[in-house]
């Protein structure tokens, strides 16, 4: 299944680097194309250091706003080399006027097909999920307020609620509890000299879910469950089509933190605490 993942990645790349070749004499007005990759020292999400040394290939086609992307992680589950952790992920969605809409498939290849249970609520633990994301950017209209929301909630796949014992939770129909697990993020874009980026990220969740280990966030007078704090320096370089973006980043999840367990471990454990990565990307992008 590894090397099924690592051809299909492969081929992603393929198909789009042949199309961003081809000419675009019979092309429709409005259709855009990206592809590239990332390399990076750790795969960091949402708060949570999810493997190590990684490339990430992606593709996105836009026709008017209107985009389907493909996006896959392939490298090691953590510095100690020890499994691989291969994940791919295709979006559709539509991105216009500072709205964003779209739907994600997320897929880690542990053994099930890519669609196996995403649909059945007792499959609690499936190797898909599908999340709905909603999304709104402030600078298309204020230029002086470079700052995005973004709401993210997964509604399908492997998302119950679980016991502090790690068991399924069922509800009054026999099914297992979905837990609708949801990560809000606020984002803020601060231009610094030599075209640097510095980006600002807070991310919290509203409920009890995976984000917050399926603890009640409301508990004890506490307020939401902020799980990311992301400070993220980038410079990106343009050389016609080509796109070279350079970047380094911080990420703390603040979420059920103390003084014991602030310092990450050299394993892949999602309840590190404190981590960091240096990346770089290289695009292909054209417009006809």
């Known amino acids: ?16 680097a042949f199309s961003y070749q081809a000419k675009a004499e019979d092309n429709t007005k409005g259709i855009s194309l990206e592809v590239g990759a990332d390399l990076v020292t750790s795969y960091l999400w949402r708060g949570y250091n999810l493997g190590g040394l990684s490339i990430q290939p992606s593709i996105t086609l836009d026709w008017n706003g209107l985009y389907l992307c493909g996006w896959a992680n392939i490298g090691a589950d953590s510095w100690l080399f020890q499994e691989f952790n291969p994940e ?6 539509y991105d216009n006027h500072g709205f964003m809409l779209d739907l ?36 298309e209209w204020a230029d002086n307020v470079p700052l995005t929301i973004d709401w993210y909630t997964t509604v399908l796949g492997n ?34 000299p030599l075209d640097i980026v510095l980006g600002l990220k807070i991310g919290f969740t ?54 014991e367990n602030i310092i990450n471990t050299i394993g892949n454990n999602a309840d590190q605490h404190l981590n960091g990565c240096i990346g770089v990307g290289v695009y292909f992008g054209n417009e006809w």
Not at 88 to 93: E, Q, S
Not at 179 to 190: C, E, F, M, P
Request: hydrophobic share 40%; glycine share 10%.
């Open 1 to 16: 299944m590894n090397r099924k993942l690592l051809v299909l990645a492969l081929a992603l790349i393929s198909v789009g």
């Open 88 to 93: 791919l992920d295709i979006t559709i969605g």
């Open 104 to 139: 994600t498939h997320l897929h880690y290849f542990y053994g099930d097909t890519y669609f196996q249970g995403l649909g059945d609520p007792n499959n609690a633990f499936s190797s898909s999920t599908m999340e709905l994301h909603a999304g709104v950017s402030i600078s």
């Open 159 to 192: 998302d119950p609620v679980l016991t502090d014992e790690g068991e399924v939770v069922i509800n009054a129909n026999g099914n297992a509890k979905r837990a609708y697990s949801t990560y809000i993020q606020l984002g803020y874009d601060i231009e610094l």
């Open 206 to 259: 509203p409920w009890r879910g995976a984000y917050s280990n399926y603890e009640a966030v409301w508990k004890d007078g506490n307020t939401v469950g902020f799980n990311n704090l992301q400070l993220r320096a980038e410079r990106e370089f343009e050389l016609g089509n080509l796109y070279i973006n350079v970047w380094g980043e911080a990420m703390f999840n603040c979420y059920g933190v103390n003084k």
